[in-house]
């Protein structure tokens, strides 16, 4: 219990979300309900959508939903819904076809406040938040927001993409049309001009383990490139094609190092809705090559693969430059995140691991994000202070490292 109350008193900082300042708490019963990692559970039980929400099917879709909650009730997404709507909205009893329209109009109403954010944030005593560049808008949450560039995807793979979709995504963020390498890099320096160095803390990505990361010279992207018109492309030349961006990528934010993070998301590939968790161990040693290519640069992980962990730790143990943080939706899960959380603290520096990310699209599930990532932390490190690793002072410095010191020494939080 001691343990418990002086970890609720350190403060925290969200190092990735999609929090939107047009609306950063929910809109509704179905920003809670139906966010994305519950709206997976709900297709798995027989719910007939699997897609996220779109906008004005949210009554339809909640209607829909209702009749499945039995079947996930076990999970812990639901868990996060409990604790949303008994914490925040006062509500502890089933959401039923009759009750459901109360409680979604109790949360728009709620919602009106433009500071009803601003106190969830303070209630899960989570000082700031970063989010992406693009949902800042007019800058009204600045207090409690920072940002990470998240504009391109030059290494996301999915089988519904054409092979030269990383070309595509360079001549959709720079507004011009490449033929040959000059193109791609006049364009490629057009889009650099986008990142506002100084206003954000990191560079936000995914890399997909279906791609085989290596250099790629001139010439490897020239014969890919006069492949494109022809229909001819393999998945090599789209490998050819990400390889060759993320280089210009990397050695452009290199060069302000001082100032910028990349950030990258791993373990996590598209399936016909969402994700699966899915990391070859070959593309853990091709990391390291890119690692080494760019020793100047800090690389933070966000890794959903749990089967990784252990050997990703061994990679950041020889690579100064790579760091991890919290735990993502595949493996948001109260034993996955103790089974990390152990792993890291056996391992990794402390000034290597952030303690907590949320990747929550609303002021809600921060929230409840941060309340299963407390509990589990005391977990684990009661288990040590009893065992005598570490003694109850050693446990609170080590926790307030990763939830707060480390998210402002590593990615410059609060500068």
Same mark, same amino acid.
């Given at each position: ?16 979300t ?72 006062? $509500?502890?009893?089933?959401? @039923? &076809?009759?009750? %459901? *329209? /109360? ?7 709620? #919602?009106? =406040? ?6 969830i ?17 007019d ?24 092979l ?23 364009? $490629?320096?057009?889009?650099? @001009? &986008?990142i506002? %160095? *100084? /206003? ?7 890399? #997909?383990? =279906? ?46 190092h ?26 853990? $040693?091709?990391?390291?090559?890119? &690692?080494?290519r ?10 959903? #693969? ?15 430059n ?9 493996s ?84």
């Open positions: 219990m001691w343990l418990d109350e002086q970890i609720k008193k350190i403060p925290i900082l969200d190092v990735h999609h929090l939107d300042s047009a609306h950063m708490s929910a809109r509704g019963l179905h920003d809670v309900l139906l966010y994305h990692m519950v709206v997976s559970d709900l297709y798995s039980a027989g719910c007939p959508s699997g897609h996220r929400v779109a906008e004005g099917e949210e009554g339809a879709r909640l209607q829909e939903a209702i009749p499945y909650l039995r079947y996930i009730q076990n999970t812990s997404c639901f868990y996060g819904v409990r604790l949303i709507l008994r914490d925040l909205y006062g $509500f502890t009893g089933e959401i @039923t &076809l009759d009750n %459901y *329209g /109360e409680l979604d109009e109790r949360i728009k109403q709620v #919602s009106n =406040d433009p500071n009803w954010s601003r106190r944030l303070e209630k899960a005593n989570v000082k700031k938040a970063m989010t992406e560049w693009a949902l800042r808008r800058g009204d949450f600045d207090d409690c927001l920072e940002y990470s560039f998240e504009e391109t995807a030059f290494c996301r793979v999915s089988q519904y993409e054409p030269d979709a990383p070309l595509a995504e360079l001549e959709r963020v720079s507004q011009s049309r490449i033929q040959d390498l000059v193109d791609v890099k006049e364009a $490629f320096a057009r889009f650099a @001009t &986008l506002p %160095y *100084g /206003e954000v803390r990191s560079y936000a990505n995914h890399l #997909s383990t =279906d791609i085989v990361y290596r250099p790629i010279s001139d010439a490897d992207m020239e014969a890919a490139l006069k492949k494109r018109s022809t229909a001819t492309l393999t998945q090599e030349d789209r490998d050819t094609f990400s390889n060759y961006l993320l280089t210009l990528l990397l050695a452009e934010l290199e060069q302000h001082a100032e910028i993070v990349f950030q990258f998301s791993l373990g996590a590939e598209p399936l016909p809705y969402e994700t699966g968790s899915k990391l070859k161990q070959d593309t853990i $040693f091709q990391l390291v090559d890119i &690692l080494s760019f020793p100047k640069l800090q690389f933070n992980c966000m890794l959903s #693969s749990t089967h990784a962990s252990q050997s990703l730790c061994t990679v950041a143990r020889e690579c100064p790579l760091s991890f943080s919290g735990y993502w939706w595949h948001f899960s109260p034993k996955s995140i103790r089974n990390i959380m152990e792993e890291r603290l056996d391992m990794l520096a402390l000034n290597k691991q952030v303690g907590f990310f949320s990747d929550a699209y609303c002021a809600e599930w921060v929230y409840a994000k941060s309340v299963i990532v407390r509990k589990e932390l005391v977990r684990v490190l009661a288990q040590r202070i009893q065992q005598g690793q570490y003694t109850p002072d050693t446990a609170l410095a080590i926790a307030r490292e990763i939830l707060w010191e480390t998210p402002q020494s590593l990615l410059g939080m609060l500068k």
